[in-house]
């Protein structure tokens, strides 16, 4: 049993990956473009406090996050670095920013003026959202943009420090869209005075490919994770990524069912013979999604299938031969020679790797190593209270 959690399963999180990965993106792009680390929901699932201390170590100078919460657990993590919210701010939340010091981001002209009466004092850090094609938040033109930044000249305690974009398809060879939202931003921006101002519009996607993209910035999301951005981008990646995320667990339960005996929920699979079938304390509550069943994990460097219906807490797995309870298994990463990789899993539940770390729920602790050694373990259901034992 792993002290800081009694159950059988857990993730393992490779710091060294996430440090690699940070370091080689920044040998692509060079001294004088920095990498803002996302870190948004846990940072893709891997543990946000751990992930942004690695990356800052290896090259990243500033986080960026989805939501005012996620930025403040950070802060209140002790990170003094620039933090940037990507997504919408309530206007009357604004203050609260302010208080931590975390930068916002500003998509439009109301929103502008909702805020500004919010704030009476201290600085209300702001980069300009463009929005060049993913129809989301952001500003969509010229106008829009220098009403912006005139408004904020205006006001006392608003600082525009940065100007960005998002791109819909930088993860596609040859994306004639992708061209046409960088010749966009390029257009949009072009009489701001640039000052001191950081211009970023690339996501991984576009810094590993497009020089064009960088400005001073790119916000490096999936591949300081060791994920490819999409699957055809696989072939044409600058420099190898290091998957940093393993999914593990134990067998908890071996037992032989006889010919014909059913395994789970509706009684789908019927051994056809004789068969040892294992029990695995993981389920769809973790994120192991019901999608999943029949899918195969390793145990002792092999494939083996699930089989049956995959239950909220529990799943079963054909083996070839008895083996001990507390055999280790592997659902994400690497066994001996084999891999199951999170693009594997991706494939099977018909979605992006991107899915597959952040589905893996809360309820499933973190273990963070370095050099192979663990230097923490997270388990939010066992935080301890204020005032309990
Ligand atoms: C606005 C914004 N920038 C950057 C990123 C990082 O993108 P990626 O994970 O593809 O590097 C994201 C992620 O979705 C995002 O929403």
Redesign the pocket.
């Known amino acids: 049993m792993q002290e800081g959690f009694y159950r059988d399963t857990w993730v393992e999180v490779n710091l060294d990956a996430i440090s690699q990965n940070v370091s080689a993106m920044k040998k692509l792009i060079g001294e004088q473009t920095k990498i803002i680390a996302?870190v948004?929901a846990n940072a893709y699932g891997h543990g946000a406090i751990q992930v942004a201390h690695a990356a800052l170590e290896s090259g990243a100078s500033m986080l960026?996050v989805?939501f005012l919460d996620e930025a403040i657990q950070l802060r209140q993590a002790g990170f003094d670095c620039p933090i940037l919210v990507?997504g919408a701010t309530r206007a009357q939340d604004v203050h609260v920013a302010v208080s931590y010091g975390i930068t916002l981001t500003i998509f439009s002209l109301d929103w502008a003026k909702e805020a500004s009466q919010y704030v009476d004092q201290g600085d209300v850090l702001l980069h300009v959202k463009v929005d060049t094609g993913m129809g989301r938040l952001g500003v969509t033109g010229v106008d829009e943009l220098q009403a912006i930044l005139e408004f904020a000249q205006e006001h006392e305690h608003f600082h525009i420090e940065g100007i960005f974009t998002?791109f819909a398809t930088a993860?596609e060879t040859n994306s004639p869209y992708y061209l046409k939202q960088l010749a966009k931003f390029q257009e949009v921006i072009a009489d701001v005075p640039k000052g001191n101002l950081l211009i970023h519009c690339a996501?991984?996607?576009a810094g590993l490919k497009d020089k064009a993209s960088l400005y001073n910035a790119v916000?490096?999301?999936?591949?300081m994770y060791g994920l490819t951005?999409s699957v055809e981008m696989k072939k044409e990646l600058p420099f190898e990524l290091h998957e940093a995320f393993s999914l593990k667990t134990k067998l908890v339960h071996v037992k032989q069912l006889k010919k014909g005996d059913k395994v789970s929920y509706g009684a789908t699979y019927e051994a056809e013979e004789n068969e040892w079938i294992g029990t695995l304390p993981i389920g769809y509550a973790d994120g192991w999604l019901r999608k999943l069943q029949d899918s195969e994990v390793l145990i002792e460097g092999k494939r083996m299938q699930l089989v049956g219906r995959i239950c909220m807490d529990q799943c079963m797995v054909k083996l070839p031969y008895e083996l001990p309870v507390g055999t280790n298994v592997t659902l994400i990463g690497r066994q001996g020679n084999e891999v199951i990789s999170s693009d594997e899993v991706a494939e099977r539940l018909e979605t992006i790797n991107?899915e597959v770390p952040c589905t893996i729920s809360s309820r499933v602790p973190r273990i963070f190593f370095k050099k192979q050694r663990i230097i923490e373990k997270a388990n939010p259901l066992l935080l301890k209270r204020p005032g309990k034992v």
């Not at 916000?219 to 591949?223: A, L, W």
């Open positions: 996302v948004k960026a989805a990507m998002h993860d996501n991984s996607a916000r490096q999301g999936i591949s951005p991107y």
